[in-house]
């Protein structure tokens, strides 16, 4: 028998500009989702926001550096990162309590929705398009 735990993570909330269309979206969740420890992100150019939840025990500092780097190297600007622990939530280990949450397992945010605009996939700036 296989005991599941649950680590909880840290939200990371950035504040990124230069993005202008899905394709920029795209590219910073790509450069994103590729540093360690990530479990996942979501970005909306429309708002200029990306929503990370990183793996637990991964330091939200080291990961604002990285992200500040990778964001840069795609082509944008990183202008704040706040972080925050992650919210408890649904009941996805089980149930219970052996993980130690109590019987509700932490939960990532919602994604963020992206809103699709006329002219979407052609942006005149940030390595998008």
């Known amino acids: 028998m296989e ?3 649950h680590v909880p993570g840290t939200i990371v909330e950035l504040a ?5 269309c899905t394709g920029c979206s795209s590219s910073i969740e790509q ?3 590729a540093l360690p420890g990530v479990r996942s992100a ?5 708002t200029g926001r990306a929503v990370v939840l990183l793996v637990g025990g991964v330091s939200a ?27 408890a939530g649904g009941g996805g280990c089980g149930g219970g309590g052996a993980c130690g949450c109590g019987g509700a397992e ?8 992206a ?10 700036g940030g390595g998008c398009c």
């Open 3 to 5: 005991i599941m735990t």
């Open 16 to 20: 990124v500009s230069g993005m202008t």
């Open 31 to 33: 450069a994103l989702t």
């Open 42 to 46: 979501s970005v909306d150019h429309t």
């Open 61 to 87: 500092e080291d990961f604002a550096f990285d992200a500040d780097a990778a964001i840069h190297d795609a082509g944008y600007t990183l202008e704040s990162a706040a972080a925050r622990p992650e919210r």
């Open 106 to 113: 932490a939960k990532a945010p919602e994604p963020v929705q």
């Open 115 to 124: 809103v699709a605009s006329e002219g979407d996939g052609c942006c005149g």
